[in-house]
């Protein structure tokens, strides 16, 4: 929420006027209040936290590492040293205001709520009662929300059909016999343009409950090559449980996907997860997918497909705010007749990328994955067990041109490596895309 910096700026310079000063003077207490002052937390933060072993106790010591903490990204930190102060004082203000704002931070809504109500109910300064109503209309149960955008993309694909790039190969099956390919089957390179859309709602049911939903569209349009064009609409909803650091989500999902404007492969199925944020700049996450696919013209390759994994990301303190995460997958996707179970395989995979804020309208993107494809039957007519590597590679750069325009070129990259060689085949795709979102 934009206004928690600035509320919080407030809140602090009209609360802690009244912080008392021990009549001794004491230099690091000094240089910790001139540091946050000086809106350099992070300063303050390292230079109070090695003395915790020894000062931890001291009222003015642990206020001042309490809101250091805060404003330098570690609210449970800063709950922890709050806490001391308040079980000496209770009628601390000035304390039990900042672990308010720990609380509101940690998402632990209720709580935020109860600390703030205790602290509105003092003598307060008009702008400080205003800020705290600030803070309680933020935790009020989120009311409806909903977020839509719309982007056009223009590009070159080096393969449009993720086919391989040889005319002929040989066929075990036929004694080695060389067999020439249909030209669809060979890679084709275009120039391309792309649209898509999208609409997003949120409802707040309480402070914990929310309904969730999403639809969107992506068409991809080659100018070169006919009979490649693709289309792609998503549709979900479900819910969203979230409780101090915990969030769960269960969703159902539904897409289609055609190709020549032709129906290839619809999906149903759904996502649960959960997510849990062991700070503000750390969270982990598990989740587990199902799909039943179905293809209207090749139903053999109709299948079930499950998907489990594990995911962690990270926000440093550093220059250019640096995220980066990581996440690793497996599963199966069993065809439904068992008379093709060269169509069936197991996937495992590795992803990881991040990003650095250049600037307050750049961001700097990358990701990168592996997955490993392993097949369950012996493939009829090259008489082995498919096997794929993939590895894939993004980067790109998102640059915010005006409120909410963002024009982002990037550059992808995939190489599919199968010991069946109809299946191998790379592929780089460089685009400029401009969004507007709503």
């Not at 642990?62 to 009628?91: H, I, M, S």
């Not at 020549?260 to 587990?288: C, I, K």
């Not at 293809?295 to 109709?302: E, T």
């Amino acid at each position: 929420m934009r206004f928690v910096l600035r509320a919080r700026r407030a809140l602090v310079g009209l609360l802690w006027l009244g912080v008392a000063t021990s009549a001794v003077a004491d230099q690091v207490i000094d240089q910790a209040r001139k540091l946050l002052e000086q809106r350099n937390p992070k300063a303050a933060y390292a230079l109070l936290l090695p003395l915790q072993s020894q000062r931890a106790g001291e009222i003015e010591y642990d206020y001042f590492l309490g809101v250091a903490a805060l404003d330098a990204g570690d609210p449970q930190q800063a709950v922890f040293a709050l806490e001391r102060v308040l079980a000496v004082n209770p009628n601390f203000l000035q304390a039990r205001a900042e672990i308010a704002r720990a609380y509101f931070v940690l998402g632990e809504r209720q709580t935020a709520r109860r600390e703030f109500e205790s602290v509105r109910t003092q003598s307060l300064p008009p702008e400080a009662r205003e800020t705290i109503d600030r803070y309680l209309s933020a935790l009020e149960p989120q009311r409806t929300e909903v977020r839509a955008y719309i982007e056009l993309t223009g590009g070159w694909d080096s393969n449009v059909n993720s086919a391989t790039g040889k005319s002929a190969i040989a066929i075990p099956a036929f004694g080695g016999t060389i067999a020439t390919l249909n030209p669809l089957g060979v890679r084709e390179s275009s120039w391309f343009g792309g649209l898509g859309t999208g609409v997003s709602l949120s409802h707040g049911l309480s402070d914990q409950w929310y309904l969730i939903g999403a639809a969107s569209y992506a068409g991809k349009y080659n100018f070169d090559v006919d009979g490649f064009d693709t289309g792609q609409v998503d549709a979900s909803a479900g819910v969203r449980w979230a409780s101090g650091n915990n969030q769960v989500l269960a969703i159902g999902q539904f897409q289609r996907f055609w190709a020549d404007y032709e129906t290839y492969r619809n999906s149903a199925g759904g996502t649960v997860q959960w997510l849990y944020n062991f700070s503000p700049s750390q969270q982990f996450t598990v989740f587990g997918q199902y799909a039943r696919l179905t293809y209207p013209d090749q139903s053999p390759r109709d299948a079930n497909r499950y998907i489990g994994g594990v995911g962690y990301s990270q926000a440093l303190a550093l220059p250019y705010s640096p995220v980066f995460f990581i996440s690793a997958y497996g599963g199966q996707e069993k065809v439904l007749d068992g008379s093709f179970p060269w169509l069936s395989f197991t996937p495992v995979g590795l992803r990881l990328g991040g990003q650095l804020s250049l600037s307050d309208r750049a961001l700097l993107f990358a990701s990168a994955s592996y997955e490993h494809r392993s097949y369950d039957g012996v493939e009829p007519l090259f008489l082995v067990k498919r096997r794929d590597d993939q590895t894939d590679a993004r980067l790109g750069l998102a640059y915010l041109v005006a409120p909410s325009w963002t024009l982002t070129p990037q550059v992808a990259y995939t190489n599919n490596y199968s010991n069946i060689e109809l299946n191998s085949y790379n592929r780089t795709i460089g685009s400029v895309s401009v969004r507007r979102d709503f």
